[in-house]
């Protein structure tokens, strides 16, 4: 089972991760589109997980299990709401680094401990505009029937080196996450939180929920999690597959 919101509050963690897939009022800032994410989870130690967080930020938990997840994918059709696609920025990929959290007011998301991306200007934009601990990486993503594979080196800024390879196979099954599984609670996620000068910001993405694949993993060998400061639990990742989503991004908020 999941653990309770940290205010107490009446509304399950369940309920309020299904709250969040609502789009937020008003008007986004961004669209993106995400495409042929592998993700990559491990257990922790929830403790451990807890001493990274910032204040205002809780570990969640699932059955009593904290998780660190690792993520590569493409990012497409990325363009400011109305401004035409900036060259550059309008298509990358990208390798995250993550872990689950609530908010004071018990709100689940998203923290990212790194993202590594291909595209110089897409990491200074990101680092500037959202706040977020983007790196520059080489990197490079093949897409075959029933196979992706991503090789990331990182470049700038530090801590390098930092890397990961990773190929995984997937099957022709679609379905899509049941509320109150670890599958619902690792991918089904609509807030990413993150610190800028003491003060805990929030922000709101919206999609569908993600086609998810039966998947396993053939090469998985990365540095990028321990490059974070953080200590997976040993063994082979539990492994998802999805071709993608459309997004809307919105503004960060208090």
């Known amino acids: 089972m999941r653990a309770a919101a940290p205010n107490g509050d009446a509304m399950s963690a369940t309920e309020r991760q299904i709250a969040l897939r609502q789009r ?3 008007k986004h800032v961004m669209v993106q589109s995400w495409r042929s994410l592998t993700f ?16 205002g930020l809780s570990v969640d938990t699932f059955e ?3 998780y660190v997840g690792l993520v590569p994918f493409t990012m497409c059709g990325i363009c ?17 680094v993550r872990t689950y959290v609530v908010d004071v007011r018990g709100d689940p998301g998203v923290m990212f401990y790194s993202l590594d991306a291909s595209s110089g200007l897409a990491v200074i934009a990101a680092r500037a505009w959202y706040r977020l601990p ?5 990197m ?8 992706a594979r991503c090789s990331s080196a990182r470049k700038w800024p530090g801590p390098v080196p930092a890397r990961c390879e990773v190929e995984s196979r997937f099957d022709e099954t679609e ?29 709101r993405v919206h999609h569908s929920p993600y086609p998810i694949h039966r998947a396993g993993c053939a090469v998985c060998e ?3 999690i321990s490059a974070a400061g953080v200590s997976k639990d040993e063994g082979a990742p539990i492994v998802h597959y999805s071709p993608g989503v459309d997004v809307e991004v919105f503004s960060l908020t208090e």
Not at 40 to 55: K, S
Not at 175 to 201: H, K, M, Q, V
């Open 24 to 26: 937020p009022e008003g």
């Open 175 to 203: 379905s899509f996450a049941e509320p109150g599984t670890l599958e619902f609670f690792l991918l089904e996620r609509y807030a990413l939180f993150t610190s800028s000068r003491g003060r805990i910001l929030c922000g």
């Open 222 to 224: 990365e540095t990028l």
């Open 64 to 66: 009593g299990k904290a």
């Open 134 to 138: 983007y790196h520059k990486a080489a």
């Open 40 to 55: 990559l989870h491990w257990t922790c130690d929830v403790d451990a997980i807890q001493r990274t967080l910032p204040d």
């Open 140 to 147: 490079r993503f093949e897409q075959g029937e029933g196979v």
């Open 80 to 96: 400011v709401r109305g401004m035409p696609p900036i060259p550059g920025t309008a298509a990358f990929h990208e390798t995250n």
